[in-house]
Nanobody
Framework: QVQLVESGGGSVQAGGFLRLSCAAS????????MGWFRQAPGKEREGVAA???????TYADSVKGRFTISRDDAKNTLYLQMNNLNPEDTAIYYC?????????????????????WGQGTQVTVSS
């Protein structure tokens, strides 16, 4: 059974930080690519960051230098460390996994390429 369960969301003030976690079943975690997406009210779901099983990461320009995605293979867990948060980061954050093949090791941040999704965790940043 494929399962992805996010945790770690909450409410913080601008400039603060949060760390999101995504506990994955063996089947989900075996996917080469895992990523974090977010969806703000009235907006499309966007890819924030992705990481390949080889460790190669990719980020949206809006979060580069502030967010860090990582995988802990011993715990089957995906993380998103979010620093220097601002109100524009307010959204529901989703963990996702895909077996989409990549020759370069660079995982996509395109929603429709991901097969498995968690239920989401709310992040609210106040000014």
């Amino acid at each position: 059974q494929v399962q992805l369960v996010e945790s770690g969301g909450g409410s913080v003030q601008a400039g603060g930080f949060l760390r999101l976690s995504c506990a994955a079943s063996d089947h989900a975690y075996s996917r080469d690519c895992m990523g974090w997406f977010r969806q703000a009210p009235g907006k499309e779901r966007e890819g924030v960051a992705a990481v390949h099983s080889d460790g190669i990461t990719t980020y949206a320009d809006s979060v580069k230098g502030r967010f860090t995605i990582s995988r802990d293979d011993a715990k089957n867990t995906l993380y998103l460390q979010m620093n220097n948060l601002n109100p524009e980061d307010t959204a529901i954050y989703y963990c996702a996994a895909t077996g989409w093949p990549t020759r370069t090791g660079i995982c996509p941040r395109t929603r429709h390429l991901y097969d498995y999704w968690g239920q989401g965790t709310q992040v609210t940043v106040s000014s």
